[in-house]
């Protein structure tokens, strides 16, 4: 196994695991639950930033440079922070169970995407594994539609808990693609300058985050909630191996990656209760078999 494919494994995990703690910390009685647990990810993708600039003893001699480096990222930034708001606002109507499927699907489409614009040519079992995924995530979030096991919400809410999740896909699907392009297709920037680009710039919507609750007399409080603070910690240890794991190889990681949604349902199973019939464990086995073939292929 390589390098990147282990990286893009442990951001599967981390990431899978994040999910559950993302709604364990969702209130959808509080208004303002998504804001906030967008703050608590920039504080600490910020704090995280910080000390991974003085561990490697980075210096600001190009500061101009580097400035502009993170300049240049700032869109790939701002896809994937406007994806995950979207994505913390959907857990308010939706169950993770069928919100994490449909936002996933959004990893195959970008190493297809890959393959259409650049003309790769993979191993016939690569594309296998890639159907293998989508048809694995696709179906079960379709057997949850099916079940209706939306919130039972008004209508107008109901149209939302669809759309908060395809929303995701599509805008966290274009950060993806555009992640391959800066960090492996072109090498716009560097995986350092892209994590740190990246969390600082989470970190000042967390800030702007901050005045806007502080204006609306928000009471602001995070010290008791353990669970979003887990989930933003580990949301940020999946960023740092994510971000290697793309500049290597995008086009097979951003499968894996994207597919981590198979892991929070079976947490979310286990620890929150969500059930899960055979017919989704069929499929979710089908594309855990699609993420072994990519993770154990020698391209």
Do not use: R
């Not at 708001?85 to 996933?104: A, T």
């Not at 019939?277 to 993770?295: D, E, H, N, Q």
Request: charged content about 15%.
């Amino acid at each position: 196994m390589k390098i990147s494919t282990l990286f893009s494994l442990l951001c599967f995990a981390f990431w899978g695991t994040a999910d559950l703690f993302y709604k364990k910390s969702n209130n959808d009685k509080d208004k303002y639950s998504d804001l906030k647990t967008a703050i608590v990810v920039g504080i600490v993708m910020g704090i995280y930033a910080t000390g991974f600039i003085i561990y490697n003893g980075i210096t600001f001699n190009n500061f101009g440079s580097n400035l502009l480096d993170s300049v240049k990222y700032l869109p790939v930034s701002m896809c994937y922070i406007l994806s995950m708001y979207i994505g913390y606002k959907g857990l308010k109507y939706i169950e993770l169970s069928i919100s994490s499927p449909v936002q996933n699907t959004s990893g195959v489409i970008t190493s297809l995407l890959l393959l259409l614009f650049f003309k790769e040519t993979l191993p016939w079992v690569a594309y296998l594994a890639f159907f293998l995924i989508f048809i694995g995530v696709f179906f079960v979030s379709l057997i949850e539609k099916k079940e209706n096991k939306v919130v039972k919400v008004s209508k107008t809410k109901s149209i939302l808990a669809i759309l908060f999740p395809v929303g995701y896909c599509v805008i966290d699907g274009l950060g993806t693609f555009l992640d391959a392009l800066y960090l492996d297709k072109f090498g716009i920037v560097s995986e350092n300058i892209a994590l740190v680009s990246y969390e600082y710039t989470f970190l000042v919507v967390a800030i702007i985050g901050i005045i806007y609750l502080s204006k609306k007399k928000e009471k602001i409080t995070f010290k008791k909630n353990i669970s979003m603070w887990t989930a933003a910690g580990l949301e940020t240890l999946g960023q740092f191996f994510y971000v290697f794991a793309m500049g290597a190889d995008s086009t097979i990681n951003a499968s894996i990656v994207g597919s981590y949604c198979i892991l929070s349902m079976i947490l979310s199973s286990i620890f929150l209760k969500e059930k899960l019939s055979k017919t989704k464990y069929l499929f979710l086995f089908i594309a855990v078999i699609g993420i072994v073939i990519l993770a154990f292929m020698d391209i």
